[in-house]
């Protein structure tokens, strides 16, 4: 069964900092998606990985995969107070199959 | 261009009441998914339709759940004798699943409330 483990869950940082979110995946899989998900609303895609080394960047928001070590990072630059929101990362196992998501990281960027 | 929709937004039903949930995927769309996402579970799959094949259920979690899925196109995710656990927000995804475009694009989901 495959798990997909987030960490940290909760996340407060100031403005102006930076720092990394851990999406950690438990069955080898090429692809790997990251989704945004403001208060009472839906997930927005942020990026979508689809290879080893794959890296993807946006504003301040840089993703990267590394399926040998099942791992992939959301690193988040200069936070800013718009970029409060819960992220999470999804693995399905064969392309366009169900998404497996990992728990959430609820971001708080304070002033 | 106009995204997954998803009717009703909110819904209060009684306990025990069927229920419907819409869904209209993207224009073009192969790809139909549903997801509930409560605050105990966190996002969970439901069922997911491709094309003519026979779709995944290996998520709904009992029989008084079903989904299908007409013309290839709307779907409706339909609740038999809801309890209070079935109290979650409904989402709905498409995903067009050519040319190696896997991306899965969210409905702004159906609150059901159970009581």
């Known amino acids: 069964e495959l798990k997909v483990e987030q960490n940290p869950l909760f996340l407060s940082m100031q403005e102006g900092k930076n720092y990394t979110i851990y999406c950690n995946y438990s069955t080898t899989s090429d692809r790997l998606y990251w989704y945004r998900q403001d208060p009472g609303k839906s997930l927005e895609s942020l990026f979508v990985l689809l290879s080893n080394g794959a890296v993807k960047q946006e504003g301040r928001l840089m993703a990267s995969l590394d399926t040998k070590a099942r791992l992939s990072t959301l690193h988040i630059t200069a936070a800013v107070h718009d970029l409060s929101a819960t992220y999470f990362c999804?693995?399905?196992?064969?392309?366009?199959?169900?998404?497996?998501f990992g728990e959430g990281t609820q971001l708080t960027v304070n002033p | 261009g106009a995204g997954v929709s998803q009717s009703p937004s909110n819904k209060v039903t009684e306990k025990g009441k069927d229920v419907e949930l819409r869904c209209d995927p993207i224009?073009?769309?192969?790809?139909l998914y549903w997801y509930r996402q409560s605050l105990g579970q966190g996002l969970e799959f439901l069922i997911y339709?491709?094309?003519?094949?026979?779709?995944?259920k290996s998520g709904l979690p009992s029989d008084r759940f079903s989904a299908e899925r007409t013309g290839g196109s709307v779907s409706t995710l339909t609740i038999q004798r809801t309890q209070q656990e079935d109290s979650a927000v409904y989402l709905c995804?498409?995903?067009?699943?050519?040319?190696?475009?896997?991306?899965?694009?969210f409905g702004p989901g159906t609150r059901l409330t159970v009581t």
């Open positions: 995804a498409s995903s067009p699943r050519t040319g190696g475009e896997y991306e899965q694009y």
């Open positions: 999804a693995v399905d196992l064969t392309s366009g199959s169900r998404l497996t």
């Open positions: 339709f491709q094309g003519n094949s026979a779709p995944d």
């Open positions: 224009s073009g769309h192969t790809a």
